[in-house]
């Protein structure tokens, strides 16, 4: 048999009131280097166009759609006027 002695847990976190709200930045940090900063910012507004012309062409494919949703509309109208089948839209739909 094998005793086993209780453990005491570790706070592994620091109180609130010892860590520094108001250190200094490090002025080396390679994070804020200029020449790295303009990367990310090229890199950013490179991301930012192929964003916006993804965006542009799913409103051009959203438009054309719905130009051939006004279309078909038109014509199951005009199939339902030709039989006078009352226009009668399922649950849901419109």
């Known amino acids: 048999m094998q005793s086993y002695a ?3 847990q570790i706070n592994h976190y620091a109180p609130i ?3 520094n709200h108001y250190a200094p930045i490090d002025q080396y940090d390679p994070n804020r280097q200029p ?3 303009e990367r990310r910012v090229n890199q950013l507004e490179r991301q930012n166009e192929r964003q916006e012309r993804e965006i542009n062409q799913l409103q051009r494919d959203v438009a054309q759609l719905q130009r051939r949703l006004q279309r078909v509309n038109q014509r199951v109208r005009a ?3 030709r039989l006078r089948i009352p226009f009668t839209p399922f649950e849901g739909e419109y």
């Open 35 to 37: 020449q790295q900063l």
């Open 79 to 81: 199939i339902e006027n």
């Open 17 to 19: 009131d010892q860590i």
């Open 6 to 8: 209780p453990i005491d």
